[in-house]
């Protein structure tokens, strides 16, 4: 035995009828399909189901297994304490997928629970399930802060968790799609947000489960979705699996997507080569990567080899004698920005020199982004095929009365007040205008966004990358 289906679902409590009383007829068609895929459940007969759940325990670096033997939950918070679930959880699973992940030596087990109270993503694909079947324990999991491409490997742990106790498991992802699809919803309106449910529902319709990892996180980010990364786990546990998907509704009533499909896996158990889908993406990125390598320029490659040196020995790397005169000989504040598959993984730099010349900054500060930048872990030797870097050269601040005389595009602004300094590069994806750019760098500062009488700085950059 193992995984004997598979379903992509939302988690609206408004479609629970004592919750949403009349408004549920503007969800017709969600309603109508999941019931459909309860039944589909209850026919497979599943020994554990799966639901991975944005709501349940979430980390920005680890993946939370919910442990123990169960846990209970009800929709209090949405004024029905009466729906109320008590579910059994498959101890034996989650301490073999533990296991299996600690060996890999990858960030998720049951570690950092808060509270054992089921979350509204896992209790409302329940409700509707247990209506149709029962006899099942369950696996609940949350997501993390990190790539999609971890969650797909982290799905792969999963399927080798089911292929070793040779369980009959159905995996059900739990996620709405956009929330910014109406001006009038709740969330308000982008365009983003009716791009992202067309392309997931062409994706998932059609289980193109490699496509998954090529959105770009800012665009997710942008489009406000909810349930990509839950997605993203379920396709890496079919990873070489021949798998048929099946739209079964798609609908945004109140301004909010909500996509429900139903994955058939082939009978067949001969792996798909053509299905390998994060194999296939490490080869592109291994291809692409030599394309970024050739190229860089001597700015880029100094902060590269830096990082790689510093990352793999510990030690920081010397002033090479070949480089260009203007890094030699010229001297201007530097910032080192690392990311790693679209999420900044590292970003240090100088407002104003520190050092005798700009080759010099750039290993320092590249030094400093890969390991001790405070809102990430130092980058790990296992990650240096996946980075992208980038190095900007500052020119000197200079006074601004206002914000009039910011584009976001050309200059970077600093702001300061009471000894605190916040800075925030130009042309950064993701931040849109002036205010933005202002907010963040308040915020950078340690100072509220409403905050007054602060000086402001800015400067322009010459910006290194591929």
Known sequence: MAFAGAFMVPHPPIILKEIGGSDIEKAEKTVSAYTKVAKEIAEIKPETIIITSPHSVMYADYFHISPGNGAKGNMGQFGRPEISFDVEYDAEFTDTLSKIAKKADFPAGTLGEKKSELDHGTMVPLYFINKEYSDYKLIRIGLSGLSLKDHYRFGQMIKETVEKLNRKVVFVASGDLSHKLLAEGPYGFVPEGPEYDKRIMEVMGSADFGKLLEFNEHFLDKAAECGHRSFCIMAGAFDGMKVEGTELSHEGPFG??????????????????????????????????????????????????????????????????????????????????????????????????????????????????????????????????????????????????SKDELDVKRYGVIVSKDGRRGLLLPNLEGVDTVDEQVSIALQKAGLSPYAKDYKLQRFEVVRHEV
């Open 256 to 401: 909010v997507g909500y996509g429900i499909c139903s994955f058939r896996i082939a009978d067949s158990v001969d792996p798909d080569p053509s299905r390998e889908f994060l194999k296939i993406a490490e080869i592109n990125r291994q291809k692409k990567l030599e394309e970024i390598r050739s190229k860089e320029d001597a700015f880029i490659s100094l902060a590269r080899s830096t990082v790689e040196t510093y990352t793999k020995t510990g030690i920081t790397p010397k002033l090479p004698s070949n480089l260009p005169d203007k890094m030699m000989k010229k001297r201007a504040g530097v910032f080192v920005s690392i990311h790693k598959e679209g999420q900044l993984r590292g970003c240090i730099g100088t407002i104003s020199p520190v050092y005798d010349c700009i080759g010099e900054e750039i290993i320092e500060n590249a030094v400093a982004a890969s390991s001790r930048d405070p809102r990430f872990s130092p980058i790990r030797p296992d990650e240096l095929d996946y980075l992208d870097i980038s190095v900007d050269v500052l020119s000197e601040a200079e006074d601004i009365s």
